[in-house]
């Protein structure tokens, strides 16, 4: 029987955590019906390496983007992303954001990196792929400021924050990513606030190497684990598997139409 086919939307393949290893993970993702993977974008000079990734496999797309963490170190420019998103294989912007969680960055400097992720989101029409982390009134209020000068699409990638930041993005038309945060034990909470999200604006993801969704908790994460979350989804929502495998897909091309959809 084969199986419906699942996407991991987010990612980062070309980690050393997979050194050596990258055939076999994407073969294992595969044989788990995990059939297209995105590889994201943390360091603008990492970005050849992620590229290399995505250039090696048919059903590995990418990203180009700064993650907040690193807004003070790399800057760049809304030219240089728009230049670099012209490949082919790169189908998204980002990830971008803010984190005031751990603040590598100063708050200022995140912002206006985000902000130039946005524009060029908004004039290649790629998905932005937003990290948001105890930044949730200053993520919707950028959100939604600069939804007014254009629309752009894209997602709240590895959700885990509140209902507000939720229902604020999807009013602004943008999906949801769950990552294996929602297995999680501890994440009652979180639980409880997908439970109140229309399934047709979700999406799933890894963030592997980080986040392995039970019941591998506690050990690297890689894309054929998308099963376990999605299979946790269909039991919180009360659905099928195969509904949320089918619906988590449409919304990933949704977001990030520049990917080809398999055969």
Known sequence: MVKPLLV????????PDFEGEEDEVVSRAQDAGVGVMQNICTKIHEFPAVL???????????SVGIHPHEAEKEQTTVEELVKLSNHPKVV?????????????SPREEQKESFKIHIEAARETGLGLIVHSRNADEDTVEILANEMKKGEFNGL???FSSSLYLAEKSIELGLYISLSGIITFKKSEELRDIVKQLP??????ETDAPYL???????????????????????EIKDVSYEE??????????NVFAKATRPE
């Open 212 to 234: 392995a969704p039970m019941p591998y908790r506690g050990k690297r994460n890689e894309p054929a684990y998308t099963q376990n979350t999605a299979e946790f989804l269909a």
């Open 244 to 253: 949320v495998a089918e619906i988590t897909t449409n919304s990933f091309f």
């Open 199 to 204: 399934l047709d604006k979700l999406l799933v």
């Open 92 to 104: 998204g912007i980002g990830e971008t954001g803010l984190d005031y969680y751990y603040e590598h």
């Open 52 to 62: 290399a990734v995505a250039e090696k496999y048919d059903n590995v797309y990418a």
């Open 8 to 15: 991991d939307s987010h990612c980062h393949q070309n980690f």
């Open 156 to 158: 709240i990638h590895c």
